[in-house]
């Protein structure tokens, strides 16, 4: 028979090895003989918590802690259980207390450092993170979490030193790259670094996660599509075989396809192992109490498309909150919280505490309008922070969850047969789903073709779409159609100098002279709304369509040929083309497409009657009445709450 001394020591090496249960078996051996042993119940607590079962670990805790109050292993453990139930002040205070019985116990240092970045004290989680470094200069891993820290406080540079010097203490670092990239990526505009930082990832890692899908979204907001076949395809067959390779947004630009984008999206979310837990609340009797939760409080398309839903709210029946959740704050927020009953800046509060306030405020209705777009914090919803939880605007597809009850579409957008890819019930407005304001301030300046580098003779051939939409094969359709209709260009938005260079490239590999494609630069919405009258025909992208972008061309007058597709945002423009009677210009096939746009180039009298029809039908469709759209979202409201 095993020595008691034997059977721990075999159970520590089993605990080591990642053989949690038996190492359990073996301790709770242990414990019958010596149930006084508080390092003993302490690696209980360690095995249990390994074990997701929490309640036991802390029960453990306990008793050890009641023999042994000076045992800073104890509260650490027992901090460790708190953050896990997400009771960070809790966790802090054991960690406080274990740092005051131990100054220099790394992991209480370092467990408190991510507690407080939980519950958004970055500064004091920095000095946290700072001691963990002093006491081991070479952990790279601390620098990384540093990294993230400094990208929250909008210290990008500073972030970017500290991946950096991950990187140094350990080249093989993926997780570093990968953060470096996305900074390079989505703050610091260094496209081509963010590149050579992805390629760093998946030279240590092929299969590290959605790696492949940044790498290409990257590219094609560049218009880089060196391997884009081969790198599509690479992604189709990792999405075949479950693995998570893209995002869910950057792959509504490259594939049209509705199944897909649920199994992406799902695979996503359990990646981030939410759990949606209920919230009973008790409901208002008098007012419908709306929340809308967006990180694009500012001046961003949303908002120039929500701005009337807000104003025109009957606040008879009605009370709206803003919870602003996206760090952005320009004159568009102080134009858009005057609308609002209570606007709350949420950018810094933690989960926990916007359901606490959620609850407090007694929510019958959370709309989320940012989905899974930039800045997006969908985890909060998944604390059920109202009564009824809508998907609406910000993102054209599921959240693929049980969690939202509800996405607001119209029957272009989502028909009957695509529901069954839709985790949430599908409820229809009445005519197009995507709110417009009723009037826009339009320059009055006189604008003309030259100001602008457009020949006066020319028809103009324009697409004011983000760079990213772009895909070769509509490009190549845009430039067949230029070959075929010698006496056009094509007028599109620059995003970036390097993604210019690439499609004057591409336009002449395919035999277009550069000259016929013009770029103009992004100004003031105003004047853009002014200057899209000089377009004769919008050419929309596929399959993520023009969808404020859209809305825009019709209020200038400008026609838009469409391709539709199967999935939600390969829809949109067909939606606002049918709002106002101009179905003759949606197709379903690429060769539709360049066939309607060179008869329609070759026929002038065509394109007059189609932008006559639009200066009549814009003011009398409901595409722009946001007073009748607001009461048809109201409807919604009452009819999902009683």
């Known amino acids: 028979m095993k020595s008691d001394e034997l059977l721990f020591d075999e159970a520590k090496k ?52 009641k023999i042994n109050s000076n045992f800073p292993e104890s509260y650490n453990g027992r901090g460790i259980i708190f953050a896990e139930e997400g009771n960070y002040l809790k966790a802090i ?6 740092l005051s019985l131990r100054q220099n116990y790394f992991d209480a240092n370092l467990n408190k450092a991510v507690a407080l970045k939980e519950i958004s004290e970055f ?22 979490n540093l990294g993230n820290l400094y990208r929250k406080l909008k210290k990008y540079n500073t972030a970017h030193k500290s991946y950096t010097q991950a990187i140094k203490l350990n080249q093989n670092f993926a997780e570093a790259y990968s953060n470096r990239g996305d900074l390079l990526e989505s703050y610091l505009n260094q496209f081509e670094k963010a590149i050579e930082d992805y390629d760093n990832v998946l030279r240590i890692n092929k299969n590290f996660n959605y790696i492949k899908g940044k790498k290409l979204h990257t590219k094609m907001i560049l218009n880089d599509w060196k391997d884009y076949n081969d790198e599509i395809e690479v992604i189709k067959n ?141 985890s909060i919803f998944f604390n059920k922070l109202a009564t009824k939880q809508i998907n609406y605007l910000g993102y054209p597809g599921t959240m693929g969850t049980k969690c939202f009850d509800y996405i607001i579409a119209d029957k272009i957008v989502i028909p009957e047969e695509n529901k069954k890819y839709f985790s949430e019930k599908v409820i229809y ?73 690439n499609l004057l490239k591409e336009a002449e590999i395919q035999g277009v002279n550069k000259e016929r494609i013009i770029f103009a630069e992004k100004v003031l919405v105003k004047e853009h709304l002014k200057r899209l009258e000089l377009i004769d025909l919008f050419l929309d992208t596929f399959p993520y369509n023009a969808h404020t972008t859209a809305s825009e061309a019709i209020r200038a007058g400008i026609p838009i040929l469409t391709l539709k597709g199967k999935s939600f945002p390969s829809r949109v423009a067909s939606s606002i083309l049918t709002n106002v009677g101009l179905e003759n210009l949606i197709v379903s096939n690429l060769k539709d497409y360049e066939t309607k746009a060179i008869s329609l180039a070759k026929n002038y009298e065509e394109i007059e009657s189609l932008k006559n029809h639009l200066a009549q039908e814009k003011n009398l469709s409901k595409l722009f009445d946001s007073k009748v759209f607001t009461k048809d979202l109201e409807k919604i409201y009452k009819k999902i709450i009683n």
């Not at 952990?139 to 990384?144: E, P, Q, R, V």
């Not at 005519?431 to 103009?460: H, M, R, T, V, W």
């Open 93 to 98: 205070k054991d960690y406080d207390k274990a």
């Open 14 to 65: 089993l605990h080591i090895n990642g053989e949690i249960k038996n190492a359990q078996v073996i301790y709770l051996q242990l414990l019958k003989k010596n149930s006084n042993n508080s390092n003993l119940l302490f690696l209980l607590a360690t095995t249990c918590v390994q074990l997701n079962d929490y309640q036991k670990g802390k029960d453990f805790i306990n008793k050890s802690l």
């Open 123 to 144: 500064n004091e989680s920095i000095k946290y993170f700072e001691i963990c470094i002093r006491l081991r200069p070479n952990d790279f891993k601390i620098y990384n």
């Open 429 to 501: 407005l009445p005519n197009c789903y995507q709110a417009n304001q009723e009037k826009i301030e339009i320059s009055n300046k006189n604008l003309n073709k030259k100001d602008f580098g457009l020949p006066q003779d020319k028809f103009i051939f324009g697409c004011f779409n983000n760079s990213y939409k772009i895909t070769p094969l509509i490009f190549e359709s845009w430039m067949n159609i230029l070959k075929k209709c010698e006496s056009s260009v094509l007028w599109l938005l620059q995003d970036k100098e390097l993604g210019r260079r």
């Open 238 to 378: 990792d999405i075949k075989n479950q693995k998570k390779t893209i995002y869910p947004f950057p792959h509504m630009s490259l594939i049209d396809d509705p199944e897909q984008q649920k199994i992406i999206t799902e695979l996503y979310l359990n990646n981030n192992n939410l759990i949606a837990t209920k919230q009973e609340i008790k409901l208002k009797s008098d007012k419908i109490i709306v929340g809308y939760f967006s990180a694009e409080f500012h001046n961003h398309p949303v908002m120039h498309l929500m701005l009337d839903v807000f104003k025109n709210h009957n606040k008879s029946e009605f009370e709206i909150y803003g919870f602003s959740i996206g760090p952005s704050k320009d004159g568009w927020t102080e134009r858009v919280k005057k609308y609002f009953d209570k606007f709350i800046d949420a950018s810094n509060m933690s989960d926990v505490e916007i359901k606490s306030l959620s609850k407090k405020l007694k929510l019958d209705i959370a709309v989320n309008l940012t989905g899974l777009t930039f800045n997006a914090r969908y």
